[in-house]
């Protein structure tokens, strides 16, 4: 499900989202995180963050999931020697394709809310409330404040978008529009705990 060819992005270096660096909110969150179960990474990328959840949560399997070929071969290669990572090359959305049942404690939100057109906003919610039991935490961050609302990737979000959206399965428990992220973005995106109820 995907109006972009994320594939010819990544093999033509067309990736300006890729910073070859986790998301900098990360340096101050985990370890600070308890998690209860498995850690999902959808629309996972290269897999700078993947690698950095896997590092700070040996003791959990932490699972990407991306549709581009090339991103996965790379968040591979990014992860090699860290057990406790896999990557699958999967549509997030068909749950088939690549999640075994498993608990899952927390999904890390980095930049695939935003990537995935509007209208799969909801089915966007409806698979991570299958996925999350109650009690787990989405955590991530969105962009909220573009300058530019109505074009994307990425699309902006607004709070009151997120929290009708969310509401039926999640609680949120925290955001902050003035937390560290990469240059250039600042002022554009929230952080946000949620809870599924
Ligand atoms: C803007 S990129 C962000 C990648 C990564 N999170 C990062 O920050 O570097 C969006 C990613 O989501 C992936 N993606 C888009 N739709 C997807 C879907 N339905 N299932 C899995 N991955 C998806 C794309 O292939 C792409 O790698």
């Given at each position: 499900?995907?109006?972009v ?6 093999v ?6 890729d ?6 909110i990360?340096?101050h ?5 308890e ?5 999902v ?8 963050d ?6 700070a949560?040996?003791d ?5 999931i ?5 991103a996965?071969?790379?968040a591979?290669?990014n ?13 997030f959305?068909?749950?088939e ?25 909801d ?8 996925l ?6 989405l955590v991530?961050?969105?962009?909220t404040?573009?300058?530019d ?14 929290e ?5 399965h999640?609680v949120?428990e925290?955001?902050?529009?003035k937390?560290?992220?990469f240059?250039?973005?600042e ?11």
């Amino acid at each position: 499900m995907s109006e972009v060819d994320w594939e010819s992005r990544y093999v033509a270096a067309d990736t300006p989202w890729d910073k070859g660096l986790p998301h900098p909110i990360l340096a101050h969150w985990l370890g600070q995180i308890e998690v209860d179960g498995a850690i999902v990474v959808p629309g996972c990328g290269r897999g700078w963050d993947l690698r950095a959840w896997a590092e700070a949560y040996p003791d959990h399997k932490v699972i990407g999931i991306d549709l581009a070929p090339s991103a996965v071969a790379s968040a591979r290669e990014n992860c090699l020697g860290l057990a406790n990572v896999s990557v699958k090359e999967a549509d997030f959305f068909s749950l088939e394709q690549w999640y075994d049942g498993e608990k899952v404690g927390l999904l890390w939100e980095h930049t695939c809310f935003c990537a995935i057109p509007p209208t799969l906003r909801d089915a966007y919610v409806e698979t991570v409330a299958k996925l999350l039991p109650s009690g787990a935490h989405l955590v991530g961050v969105f962009f909220t404040d573009l300058e530019d609302p109505h074009t994307g990737p990425p699309w902006n979000t607004t709070m009151a978008e997120i929290e009708r959206r969310f509401a039926p399965h999640f609680v949120i428990e925290a955001f902050d529009g003035k937390h560290q992220t990469f240059p250039g973005r600042e002022g554009e995106e929230r952080t946000l705990v949620m809870r599924r109820v």
